[in-house]
């Protein structure tokens, strides 16, 4: 099963950059399909496969932090290749 999942990560600490940072380049590192835009990152790709992945690299990223805030949108469907039509 396809879904794309939007990711929005916010260290609640003053050096918060570089936690974003280092998140989103794991992320680029996949195998998954990545989209970033000013407030969030998207990731595409099967569910089954994306969820462990996912799972990895968040703990990786809450372990080098004191306090932080993913928020994260599931949809069921591929759509990094959305485009409005408006």
Excluded: W
Aim: glycine share 2%; aromatic share 10%.
């Amino acid at each position: 099963m396809k879904v794309s999942i939007d990711l929005t990560l916010s260290p609640l600490q003053d050096d918060y950059e570089i936690h974003v940072i280092n998140f989103i380049k794991a992320l680029r590192q996949s195998d998954f399909t990545v989209l970033e835009n000013p407030l969030s990152t998207q990731i595409y790709g099967d569910f089954d496969s994306l969820m462990p992945f996912l799972n990895e690299q968040i703990k990786i990223s809450f372990e080098n932090q004191n306090i932080c805030v993913l928020t994260m949108k599931i949809v069921k469907t591929d759509r990094h290749g959305y485009e409005p039509h408006f």
